[in-house]
């Protein structure tokens, strides 16, 4: 078993690590505080014998040596960097999980059959870049190195010069790691295992996502003397689609639609607003939903500039299909054997794990979390939950590096 | 006549100070831009003879002595300040009909019956800080003048302490003019003299004017990860509030109805908004259709509130009751006489004489401007509507100071 209370002391005091007032986390990605969280991280690992390496997209893996080092690496991961209004558990729950297998197999002296490691990925968020999943997204080969590298923030500073400022561009090949099978422990960041009073999710599925960046183009004009059949209002317009996106999202099984991003031009009260640019998020664990999803959304996009003589670009510049996990019975038998009850979910967040399916087997296991809130200061888990969750974790990889 | 070339290479010289590469003007009240045009200004009255005052609000009074400096003076002004993409003419084209009209005076050594003054009037524009007309408001006594040279930019920068930077916060007390009557040229930032082909438009009335502050508060949560039914997006309200404001704008004859300004809480894209502050700009000539707009804005808001459990404040924080211009005729016989075609018009924008007619008589002149654009980059007149715009000024001021 692992250790509950050192896992609970390690996610406190990450947890100051971009600390809020409200009890959270603003630790965006490529950030100072992302460095030191990362720095701490590493410290953490090189404390249990492992050995570091950072690759070139900032992606860090700490590897613990096992029986047989040809053999591919049982690993585990997640993420340090959080929302702007983040919790202390998205991510880092994961992560510090898997430390605490590390410390847990360190203490009792076990060497394991295969080599152990434990990964951070650049950039899960997707909220300081886009899209989220980068850095795992990267690592499968889903992304092009270069191009990811080149991503800018709103402030135009790019992702490649912040991961080398903060000391996190490496050398390691993206995709070079020796890896065997890979697990990820998360918060739920929903509501279902506490309405089900289940102490583990056992996810079979990560739904599908579509990310857009929607931008209108009108005209800007005075507020008080431009006649209202005269405008060309991108505010309103947009104001249409954001409702339009809630309105879809409700006509769909499972359906999920999300304005969380603007920027408005020229953002002054009495001129009718120019230029307006914002983010479009759809959901569904169904492909052919989401599918159908896009359609009616492009639709309605193209109506209403043509309706309103607006130009209106919509680009899905992310398309994330849903992934089913392979390797899902593993963490059941584990959970199983550990004696806690648990369900079978899907995940309506996107996780590393998700692309790291791309390349081995891999699992995830959920753990509660308060009201199911997430992407908020005051999420949280309890030391309980966390304890649950990371014993799931140890037993399943123990298991897998057995085999 | 005023000499129509010097007023458009003064316009042209001004405009350059903010401009902007489409043509327009970026020069915001209390900015580093501002203290340039302010300067130039004083430095082109001055060369007329004037003297030049500024008063604690940092409106700034050039003043041409007349026959009999007891006698009240005859005034003209409008403003530098422009909105972040604004034109060339806007406020701009009225300062410098006033500086135009103290040249032809100057030069054909004309000494009037009364002195004639000249002012700028500090953040017409209401952009920057709010509201609008700020300082003729401060002057006429609408508002407080330790309230307003409190306020504070999006960046939290006090008006004072901008003012004071820039040189401009004065030692005249507000409202101290000795003045006897007020007249302004704008351009008419509408498209009816350009319909109806007058070269001059004689201002009746300034529509009233409602502004809005609104906060909603919802709560932040995962996009991913939230059922739609669960959330409370603040930004799915904001859409459904901005594309109401349109609608209600449409139900009224001269109705009109915006949403320029937008600050959307923590703009993550995979975070459900929990806060948006926006800005309403409602306006209409008659103020009862403004007061029913008014209560049906906030009855909406009112109902998004208590159906989708969030937390809607409405501040209407400014008010400007329609007024009427009671020396509008005097504008009528300057143009008449000049052999000008006109017509009455309203003014849709909220201008400085529309304050200083709570203290004098005052009247406005309306110039056409190409489309009816305004508060755009691409904002203009042409160089014979300024002219003819100049003309009317000097012409109306002339026979005002023989009464
Ligand atoms: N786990 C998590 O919150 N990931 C962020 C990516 C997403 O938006 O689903
Ligand atoms: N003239 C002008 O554009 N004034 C700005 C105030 C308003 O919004 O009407």
New binding site residues.
């Given amino acids: 078993r692992i250790n509950g209370q050192r896992l609970w002391d390690s996610l406190m005091e990450m947890g100051e690590i971009g600390g809020t007032e409200k009890g959270g986390c603003n630790r965006l990605a490529g950030t100072d505080l992302d460095k030191q969280a990362r720095d701490l991280f590493c410290a953490w690992c090189e404390a249990t014998g492992c050995e570091i390496k950072v690759d070139k997209f900032g992606n860090i893996f700490a590897k613990r040596p096992g029986i047989n080092n040809e053999l591919p690496s049982v690993a585990t991961g997640s993420?340090l960097d959080t929302?702007p209004t983040g919790g202390k558990f998205?991510?880092v729950f994961g992560v510090l999980s898997g430390v605490e297998v590390l410390r847990t197999l360190h203490e009792n002296n076990i060497t394991t059959p295969t080599p152990i490691e434990v990964s951070v990925w650049t950039n899960?968020?997707?909220s300081r870049f886009q899209p989220?999943?980068q850095g795992s997204g990267v690592y499968v080969g889903r992304f092009d190195l270069q191009q990811e590298l080149d991503k800018t923030d709103v402030n135009g500073l790019r992702l490649g010069d912040e991961l080398a400022r903060i000391g996190y561009l490496g050398e390691e090949e993206l995709g070079s790691r020796n890896i065997g099978a890979f697990f990820e422990a998360?918060i739920e960041?929903g509501p279902i295992l506490e309405d089900e009073e289940k102490r583990i999710g056992v996810v079979r599925l990560g739904q599908g996502?579509r990310w857009y960046n929607v931008e209108i183009q009108g005209q800007e004009s005075h507020s008080g003397t431009t006649p209202m059949h005269l405008r060309k209002d991108a505010m309103v317009a947009t104001g249409k689609i954001v409702a339009e996106i809630e309105s879809l999202a409700n006509r769909y099984d499972n359906g999920l639609g999300t304005v969380g991003f603007m920027q408005v031009y020229p953002n002054s009260r009495n001129t009718i607003p120019g230029n307006v640019k914002f983010s479009a998020?759809l959901r569904n664990p169904n492909p052919d939903v989401l599918a159908t999803m896009h359609e009616e959304f492009v639709a309605y996009c193209d109506a209403v500039a043509k309706e309103r003589n607006l130009e209106i670009t919509v680009d899905n510049f992310w398309y994330f299909a849903p992934v089913e996990f392979n390797a899902s019975d593993d963490v059941k038998a584990a959970t199983e054997n550990l004696g806690y009850s648990h369900m079978d979910i899907y995940a309506?967040?996107?996780?590393d794990a998700c692309y790291m399916a791309d390349l081995v087997p891999a699992g995830m296991i959920f753990t509660p979390c308060e009201n199911g809130i997430?992407?908020n200061e005051i999420e949280y888990s309890s030391p309980e939950q966390c304890e649950d969750g990371a014993n799931v974790l140890l037993h399943t990889m123990l298991t897998a590096s057995k085999r």
Wanted: net charge negative.
């Fill in positions: 993420h929302q998205d991510g899960e968020e997707g989220a999943m998360h960041q996502i998020d309506g967040a996107g996780h997430s992407h």
